[in-house]
């Protein structure tokens, strides 16, 4: 990400205008589709495990015990380039209690 990152700071809008600028517009979703994709790079590696559409071929089995964890990205500060925190939250199973066949974690099979 680091290159593509690199070549995003060296953008320059030759549009100047304020109305309907979709030059400005455009820099500005390749940003975010810069930070959405580092996100997903960095929680892909932080999984040790396949999980639905998430597959690893080093980790090809899910791994409840240690990520059935909700996956939380940020950045310290994105405009340094800072790299992705990654780290996890609890899922909420309590709905277990009510239903239990419907609400226990199960592997999706495709």
Known sequence: MAIAQKRYEQIFVDDKGSCFNTELVRAWQLQSVLVVARA?????????????????TDFPDRNDQDFLRHTLVF????????????????????????????????????
Not at 40 to 56: F, P, Q, T, V, Y
Not at 77 to 95: I, M
């Open 75 to 110: 950045f310290e500060d994105f405009a340094s380039g800072s790299d992705p925190q990654t780290t996890g939250r609890t899922v909420d199973l309590s709905l277990q209690a009510v239903d239990r066949p419907r609400f226990t974690p199960q592997e999706r099979k495709y």
């Open 40 to 56: 997903i790079a960095a929680s892909a590696l932080w999984r040790r495990e396949s999980r639905g559409a998430h597959c690893r």
